[in-house]
């Protein structure tokens, strides 16, 4: 009898340890594609970057040879590069708080039963959607030292006196591209406060209403501690956007006027591709990374801490 016992409990394991390793080889098989795609489209560009950076690689060389720490020790006695990083910081800080209020009274708007709240939606995610190259041009027209739409408007408001240079002028420069760059983003940031809040259940803010609790109390308390994952998620891509964002930059002013716009990325590129340095361009590229993964690192650990409660 105790034979037969040991025999059954033998076959039950064996099966137990089978089925575990059949899931774990099906689970592992529908990693594969991800793993593939971070090793060739992130992993082999990154560690290409890397060895640009590390060498004296350039347009004009054949053979690019072992420089170790110089480029990065040469890029951070540049004043350029210096003034693009804090340019960079100030432009994703700044950026960022204006995306998150206008996203958020955006997306409260948008949850609200209104007439026309389905042509609302496709308005507001308008800005998001349309191609960079064409948005940042119709502002560029919309700025535009002797045709700007924006001081025609303003001065017949009598909002502003004089036409001032929105793109030409180092004070007003870096307000127009933050501008534009809100404009751009804040759908996002909408949209995903939207699909948050949606998930929400109502019961919840009604007991809470029946309460007492005000509109600003049940957000704190109720509404921002259920959609916490999808704010941090979507702070994480809007900081890497912010972040990575030349386009925007490139495009209406070109790093001008006197680098008052300048950003790494802009930086970047015009020492890598347009002076063709690739050792230099790589890493001022790569001055970034430090400054993404503590971002990165701090969003997913506050990530993970509210899903273990």
Do not use: C
Request: no cysteine; glycine share 8%; proline share 6%.
């Amino acid at each position: 009898m105790a034979d037969a016992e040991l025999a059954v409990g033998r076959r039950v394991g064996v099966r137990h340890r089978a089925f575990t390793r059949e899931r774990l080889v099906f689970g592992y098989s529908l990693l594969v594609p991800a793993i593939l795609y971070m090793a060739l489209l992130v992993g082999v560009p990154f560690f290409f970057s890397l060895y640009l950076a590390l060498s004296d690689a350039s347009v004009g060389n054949q053979v690019a040879q072992y420089v170790g720490l110089r480029n990065f020790i040469a890029i951070f006695q540049d004043s350029t590069v210096r003034l693009a990083l804090r340019n960079t910081i100030v432009f994703t800080v700044i950026a960022g708080i204006f995306k998150i209020v206008l996203g958020t009274l955006m997306a409260f708007l948008l949850v609200q039963e209104i007439p026309g709240k389905k042509f609302i939606r496709s308005l507001v995610v308008l800005p998001w959607t349309l191609p960079v190259a064409i948005s940042a041009l119709a502002w560029k027209w919309m700025f535009d030292p002797q045709f700007s739409a924006i001081n025609y408007v303003a001065t017949r408001l009598h909002l502003i006196h004089g036409w001032p240079n929105w793109l030409g002028e180092p004070g007003l420069a870096p307000a127009a591209v933050i501008a534009v760059n809100v404009w751009r983003g804040f759908p996002f940031a909408a949209i995903v406060l939207m699909a948050g809040m949606s998930a929400v259940p109502p019961e919840l803010l009604d007991a809470a209403k029946v309460d007492g609790a005000t509109f600003f109390l049940r957000y704190q308390h109720i509404v921002i501690p259920l959609i916490a994952p999808i704010l941090f998620v979507g702070l994480l891509f809007d900081t890497v956007f912010t972040l990575s964002d030349i386009s925007i930059v490139y495009l209406l002013t070109m790093g001008g006027p006197e680098n008052f716009t300048e950003i790494l990325p802009t930086r970047a590129f015009e020492i890598g591709i347009q002076a063709g340095a690739l050792g230099r361009g790589a890493a001022i590229a790569l001055v970034l990374f430090p400054i993404l993964v503590p971002v990165v690192y701090f969003l997913l650990r506050n990530l993970r801490r509210r899903e273990a409660l």
